[in-house]
């Protein structure tokens, strides 16, 4: 199975400054036949289901503001939220969809400074 | 718009089996793979398996087989997720999330149900 590992587990970003979120998955998830990653990022706030807000690494979702966006190729991944708000304290998913059977990071808790 | 309601809370003993169901609507129901993902305090999320709406096809996490049972009813647009032999460690929240089918079973989940606790103890 592919491991993704998400760093840092919990970090504080002050209102306004950027967060960034890092994902690593044990082996390559970048399918040469398509050039694509298959990476997606997850919010989820407490007492809620995840919600997409990245796929193929870095498409964001319709509606997902702009703020979030994601990064990286092959092993190495970023999920950057350039100005934090209130709304964004979370806790933040990698999810690899590469082969069977998926899986997904730990999980980064997004809060306030 | 995609949507998918989940049944609510279970309590069950040890040894016995819970049947979460969960509903779609405002899609055509076979066209969207529905998995199985549970979070466990402490253990993330986990992955259990999907099934084809449209064929009843299924794929189980290696974890799960031979106590999981994944089923649908095309007439009401409905996915269900049965496991047995329940332990303590069962006692967790499990989502239903869908992937669109016309991209294979490797995808994104989206949308998630609300998700289902299930509680097991003696």
């Known amino acids: 199975d592919i491991v993704m590992t998400q760093s840092p587990d919990s970090l504080a970003v002050s209102l306004g400054e950027r967060a960034t979120i890092h994902c690593k998955s044990s082996?390559?998830?970048?399918?040469?036949?398509?050039?694509?990653?298959?990476l997606a990022w997850y919010q989820q706030k407490p007492g809620q289901p995840p919600k997409l807000l990245v796929y193929w690494a870095s498409t964001r979702k319709s509606g997902v503001p702009d703020r979030f966006s994601g990064s990286g190729s092959g092993t190495d991944f970023t999920l950057t939220i350039s100005s934090l708000q209130a709304e964004d304290v979370a806790v933040y998913y990698c999810h690899h969809y590469y082969n069977t059977p998926p899986t997904f990071g730990q999980g980064t808790k997004v809060e306030i400074k | 718009q995609l949507h998918l309601v989940q049944s609510g809370a279970e309590m069950k003993k040890p040894g016995a089996s819970v049947k979460v169901s969960c509903k779609a609507s405002?899609?055509?129901?076979?066209?969207?793979?529905i998995h199985w993902v549970r979070q466990a305090p402490g253990h993330g999320l986990e992955w259990m398996g999907w099934i084809n709406p449209n064929s009843g096809a299924t794929k189980y996490a290696q974890k799960f087989q031979g106590r999981v049972t994944m089923t649908r009813d095309t007439s009401t647009g409905t996915a269900y997720m049965e496991l047995s032999s329940l332990r303590s460690a069962d006692s967790t929240i499990y989502y239903c999330?869908?992937?669109?089918?016309?991209?294979?079973?490797?995808?994104?989940?989206?949308?998630w149900g609300q998700g289902t606790l299930v509680t097991v103890s003696s």
């Open positions: 999330a869908a992937s669109d089918a016309s991209q294979g079973t490797l995808n994104w989940y989206d949308p």
């Open positions: 082996q390559s998830i970048l399918r040469g036949s398509n050039n694509k990653n298959y």
């Open positions: 405002g899609y055509t129901f076979t066209a969207y793979y």
